[in-house]
């Protein structure tokens, strides 16, 4: 029994028409400039991937010298696709786990992709990315947020702080100081 007529039209909405929150990730094969202005990126983030997705963690949580596993510093950058839909760029800090050319060849990256649209791929065999310049005219679609509310919007239901649903489904551990004594011999 049918109440009302049925429309495909009242579940149809074109892409530029979506408020989505902006998203954390290496956008690989998608154009995309960064943000030049400096005010617009973050350095010493703490950053943990969760799932499959970026979690951004209170820097209490490690103050009180717990261990978390997979933690990573970063920096986020604030970028557009060429489609308009903003995004942050995570480039993780090396930690000495074969990591320095991924984090050296995304930084070589960020100037050009703050000046021209770029497109980037991984590259396994050279353990690093590789960039192109894409010929696009068009200038990018800033969004007039301010850099912090966005940055809440891309991590809104992925911010692990203390009382943080999250925060329990992470296997933490107490660092371990230890404290020698020296004993001088006679």
């Known amino acids: 029994m049918k109440n009302k007529e049925f429309s495909l039209q009242s579940y149809t909405l074109l892409p530029d028409d979506i408020n989505q929150n902006p998203s954390v990730y290496i956008p690989k094969g998608e154009a995309f400039r960064l943000h030049a202005d400096s005010s617009r990126h973050a350095e010493n983030i703490l950053i943990i991937l969760k799932d ?12 009180t010298n ?3 596993p997979g933690l990573w510093h970063a920096s986020l950058y604030e970028g557009v696709l060429k489609s308009g839909r903003t995004f942050f760029l995570p480039i993780t800090y090396p930690r000495g786990e ?5 984090y050296w060849s995304m930084m070589e990256i960020v100037p050009k992709a703050q000046k021209h649209w770029i497109t980037v791929e991984s590259d ?13 005219s068009e200038r990018p ?10 940055i809440e919007e891309a991590f809104e239901d992925r911010v692990i702080d203390t009382n943080s649903q999250h925060l ?9 100081r230890r404290t020698v004594t020296v004993v001088e011999e006679f």
């Open 124 to 136: 396994s065999d050279n353990k690093c990315y590789r960039a192109r310049i894409e010929r696009i």
């Open 168 to 176: 329990k489904d992470l296997k933490l551990t107490k660092s371990c």
């Open 98 to 102: 074969g990591h320095d050319n991924w």
């Open 66 to 68: 717990a261990r978390i």
């Open 141 to 150: 679609q800033w969004k007039k947020q301010s850099f912090e509310s966005l």
């Open 52 to 63: 499959s997705r970026w979690h951004l963690v209170n820097a209490d949580i490690v103050k």
